[in-house]
DNA sequence: TCGATATATATCATTCTGATATATGGGGGC
DNA sequence: GCCCCCATATATCAGAATGATATATATCGA
């Protein structure tokens, strides 16, 4: 799913301008699930322009710069229902976080809780943050990407909370595995996923 | 966080070709937090090599391909342990599933269904494998993360069971909210994101 | 008055993805 | 026996996205 599909479904709540398209990824309903930048979001613009399926209105304001509207034709609604209609691609989830984590016994002990409690406390402030969220009046669609997030995040956060303590205590280079170990695991794995899959998933 | 430095993670675990490494964040114990292909692995290896950060020996093999086995030598390993004392930054997650659920007003029923169900299906999938995973004598590191990703797939997964034959049949068009009131909803929660960041956290 | 922040658009080097190319060998179906 | 698909293994590349930077204006607090 490339930019200018993800430019099309947010215009299709409303006219917005790059700017504002921009913030719907960095603070508004898509930032937990999606994200893209400035650096994406004109260029897609432009070619979503040259294609028809927006239209561009330069606004002037006072006391701001001039602003450029984007408004989805029908021809932008068309194609956004045809991407909408597409099999989704897989997540992606990164985190440098978790990454660190993982190599918890080559960290320095007091890096590694302040990485942790950061991690733990930015959870705690996503849970509050969503639950404090009005959901009268929203879209289902909305709603369930709403209580999904929540659901998630409070699993995360709850097993941090839980686990804290008896992660950090416990000891360096307990129970090491080796790289054969690691394939060997990755091996029974794939299998697994080939049987689930000829069975019939996704 | 670079390739080179997810090379160098992965390699401080056991020898591997770039072909193993891959497989590490496809089927392996990164494959949930981190991904990387072979057009960012392959160069990312030939600059460690030049930089003296990993050694590489040619072996060869009856029945397949010969392999390219790369050693972390001393220098990557001090390279790698700076990369771990930095600040990590923060979570990346994109779900395109989600991002058309958002929009499920705009779906067809059966596709919505659809999608829904397989979404379901692959969440299930992956509890039961973190679940059937033998977590004694792993670091604590790969413990804390499987207890991780266990706790949120299990939470998205409850959600998503607990709630597919209301959301599926609730009503299209219900409460539609326009732009505007998205953007007031994001300035709220920008000011909410300063104070807590003022306040002390990260 | 100075610096920081917010609005607003635009560009660009670097990086990464996803696809493709190349080569070998094993296993299943017919 | 033959064909096709899959797994192993490395490599490259067009296209896309990121993150940073440039530019300009206005407000707000110190």
Not at 30 to 42: D, P
Not at 67 to 79: F, S
Not at 118 to 132: D, G, L, N, P, S
């Amino acid at each position: 799913m490339d930019v200018k599909t993800l430019c099309l479904g947010v215009l299709s709540l409303g006219d917005a301008s790059g700017y504002e398209i921009r913030k719907m990824f960095e603070e508004g309903p898509f930032a937990h699930f999606h994200q893209a930048s400035y650096g994406s979001i004109y260029p897609a613009l432009s070619k979503l322009l040259d294609a028809g399926h927006v239209t561009c209105t330069v606004k002037a304001q006072d006391g701001r710069p001039d602003k450029k509207v984007y408004a989805m034709t029908d021809a932008g609604l068309n194609q956004f229902r045809t991407a909408l209609f597409k099999i989704p691609g897989a997540d992606k989830f990164r985190s440098e976080t978790l990454f660190m984590l993982f190599f918890a016994d080559q960290l320095d002990d007091g890096h590694l809780a302040e990485i942790y409690d950061a991690y733990t406390a930015q959870y705690r402030f996503f849970v509050e943050k969503i639950r404090a969220l009005d959901n009268t009046g929203l879209s289902r669609g909305r709603k369930f990407v709403r209580g999904f997030g929540l659901a998630t995040y409070e699993g995360a956060l709850r097993y941090m909370e839980d686990n804290r303590d008896h992660f950090l205590a416990s000891a360096k280079g307990e129970g090491w595995r080796d790289m054969e170990a690691l394939l060997e695991c990755m091996e029974a794995e794939t299998q697994d996923i080939n049987k689930a899959l000829a069975g019939g998933d996704k």
